[in-house]
């Protein structure tokens, strides 16, 4: 496993996504997913409030006061719109802070080593959404906070301000990033952020990390090894089939071939090799199998020329 401190703390490079524990993971299965990411290295557990309706923290609160694991980092999100109002924000202090607060108490914590904002608002001043996170710094709840689904600009317009204001700023972006691009028609989605080129050379610019969520592509590259385009659900179809994402297929199946390892492990290798930005996989998986095989991918450093074929869009 590599690790890196790009977070203000020791983290492994590859982190462990929950959205589906306390849901479609039972309790058992995610104890047992936990523990095996945590044997292999693992080490970073990246969760939010409105996984499975908080289910999510109740259930890694209980791991925590179970296990009782040394060296955890431990990272959440707040500010999702509710479900019966999805295109209003929650980003007021009032907001932030119930989140917070209740993420807190299911975890089992009194304070997170990171704190995300789950979506933006890009309406609303960015002044006021710093100060209140300066204040939760404050007053010991989060130790650094980053945005989750934000553009490069507002949170440079953030910082920006946090400079001027001798304050804290966001110092880590999590958005959508992978080897595979997003279908022309396939993002359903628009208060999805993805990484594009633009952002690429702004994180590596400002030294800021990446946390990637759907790293493996929703195991698009997976299924299309093991099944071909059959294996592929409709909308994985509508959201990954391009003539883009079927050629650094074959690049990743040469590399999976040259470096013995399965796909899934390449694809979170490459990730992991980027170092400007500093790039976090955030993994996800129903079983243990699954868990172990993305993790293999921590130890696979791609070269230079390899990582540019994998991501020839972005550099």
């Known amino acids: 496993m590599r690790y890196s401190d790009g977070f203000g703390k020791r983290s492994s490079k590859i982190l462990l996504g929950t959205a589906y524990f306390g849901d479609s993971i039972s309790k058992e299965d995610a104890f047992a997913i936990m523990d095996k990411y945590f044997e292999m290295g693992g080490c970073h557990i990246d969760t939010a409030?409105?996984?499975?309706?908080?289910?999510?923290?109740?259930?890694?609160?209980?791991?925590?006061?179970?296990?009782?694991?040394?060296?955890?980092?431990?990272?959440?999100?707040?500010?999702?719109?509710?479900?019966?109002?999805?295109?209003?924000?929650?980003?007021?202090?009032?907001?932030?802070?119930?989140?917070?607060?209740?993420?807190?108490?299911?975890?089992?914590?009194?304070?997170?080593?990171?704190?995300?904002?789950?979506?933006?608002?890009?309406?609303?001043?960015?002044?006021?959404?710093?100060?209140?996170?300066?204040?939760?710094?404050?007053?010991?709840?989060?130790?650094?906070?980053?945005?989750?689904?934000?553009?490069?600009?507002?949170?440079?317009?953030?910082?920006?301000?946090?400079?001027?204001?001798?304050?804290?700023?966001?110092?880590?972006?999590?958005?959508?990033?992978?080897?595979?691009?997003?279908?022309?028609?396939?993002?359903?989605?628009?208060?999805?952020?993805?990484?594009?080129?633009?952002?690429?050379?702004?994180?590596?610019?400002?030294?800021?990390?990446?946390?990637?969520?759907?790293s493996q592509a929703k195991g698009f590259f997976s299924k299309m090894a093991k099944s071909g385009e059959s294996g592929l659900s409709q909308k994985s179809k509508e959201r990954y089939m391009c003539a883009e994402n079927l050629d650094t297929f074959e690049i990743i199946k040469e590399l999976a071939t040259k470096y013995d390892c399965s796909v899934a492990s390449i694809v979170c290798g490459s990730l992991c090799s980027i170092s400007s930005p500093d790039v976090f996989p955030i993994i996800g998986g129903s079983c243990v199998g699954q868990i172990e095989d993305s993790m293999r991918g921590a130890d696979i450093a791609l070269n230079a020329n390899e990582i540019k074929k994998v991501f020839s869009n972005l550099m």
């Open 49 to 214: 409030r409105m996984y499975a309706e908080g289910r999510a923290e109740t259930v890694i609160g209980e791991w925590l006061k179970d296990r009782k694991p040394e060296e955890i980092f431990i990272s959440t999100k707040g500010g999702f719109p509710n479900a019966d109002k999805p295109n209003v924000s929650r980003l007021s202090d009032a907001d932030i802070r119930y989140d917070i607060e209740n993420s807190l108490l299911a975890l089992q914590l009194d304070c997170v080593d990171f704190y995300w904002l789950h979506r933006d608002d890009e309406k609303l001043p960015v002044c006021q959404i710093i100060d209140t996170l300066n204040n939760l710094v404050k007053e010991g709840k989060i130790k650094k906070f980053g945005a989750s689904n934000w553009s490069a600009w507002r949170i440079e317009e953030a910082n920006r301000y946090a400079r001027e204001n001798e304050l804290y700023g966001f110092s880590a972006s999590q958005i959508r990033f992978s080897p595979a691009i997003i279908a022309p028609s396939g993002n359903a989605d628009r208060t999805l952020v993805d990484m594009d080129k633009e952002s690429f050379s702004y994180y590596a610019k400002n030294n800021m990390p990446v946390a990637a969520y759907a």
